[in-house]
């Protein structure tokens, strides 16, 4: 019997990231859940809300799982993934952070280079949001136009709190864990990758943007409906 796969996207992006996935997860006969984080709801929510999320979704599954962080989520997974039901995590171009780290303040090297992303990001109230022109070619520039024009009008508003919040636990330091480096990545630096995968020991590189999840779906499902089978 497989284990089922619980999908956690990162800042600005939802459940919907994950579209193209889930029904080559279903084909495979995978179960699998996508959460959309409270951070990109509230500009009051945290790290631990999210967490929190997906703690909440791991109780409701009633089996064993393959936790999936991409981006930010890997903060996510990181803090909650220690849940006794989860068997393997997914770092997707992710943070692996140490205790005491954020998304926004840690240890890592090789993100020193300024990106797309950090150009296309602008501060309000408490909140970050993107240009849109900006947020494609950090995203999703070997998406089809179509396809990536669809993401960047979903994008929401994602809580600063969320992004400056501090792990308590590494996951990654209990459970089995893979991280895919994506080398064409514009919004997180490959070497910056490489460092946060350095941390987790077990990488596999694929040739895609930031958003294989739209570019490439089908890697993202090979892979995922590989790990459940374990």
């Avoid at 084909?27 to 500009?43: K, N």
């Avoid at 022109?133 to 089809?144: K, R, V």
């Avoid at 709190?161 to 480096?181: D, F, I, M, S």
């Amino acid at each position: 019997m497989s284990r089922a796969v619980v999908l956690v996207h990162g800042a600005w992006h939802g459940a919907w990231c994950w579209e193209q996935v889930i029904p080559r997860l279903d084909t495979a006969g995978v179960r699998s859940v996508a959460v959309d984080l409270p951070s990109v709801s509230s500009r009051d929510a945290n790290l631990q809300d999210d967490a929190a999320c997906v703690r909440g979704a791991l109780d409701a599954l009633g089996e064993d799982a393959v936790l999936v962080g991409h981006s930010y989520g890997g903060a996510v997974i990181t803090e909650s993934g220690v849940h006794p039901a989860v068997a393997h995590l997914v770092y997707l171009t992710a943070f692996a952070l140490e205790v005491g780290e954020s998304p926004a303040a840690n240890e890592l090297t090789g993100g020193e280079v300024r990106t797309v992303l950090d150009g296309a990001m602008q501060f309000g109230d408490g909140v970050l949001t993107l240009e849109p022109e900006l947020a494609i070619e950090a995203f999703y520039h070997d998406c089809e136009p179509a396809v990536a024009r669809a993401a960047v009008d979903r994008l929401r508003p994602q809580s600063l709190n969320a992004l400056q919040g501090k792990v308590t636990v590494t996951a990654w330091r209990e459970k089995p864990a893979t991280y895919v480096v994506c080398t064409d990545d514009r919004g997180l630096t490959p070497a910056l990758q490489r460092s946060n995968a350095s941390r987790v020991g077990n990488s596999i590189d694929w040739d895609t943007s930031h958003s294989p999840f739209l570019s490439r779906p089908e890697l993202v499902a090979d892979l995922l409906v590989d790990l459940s089978a374990r």
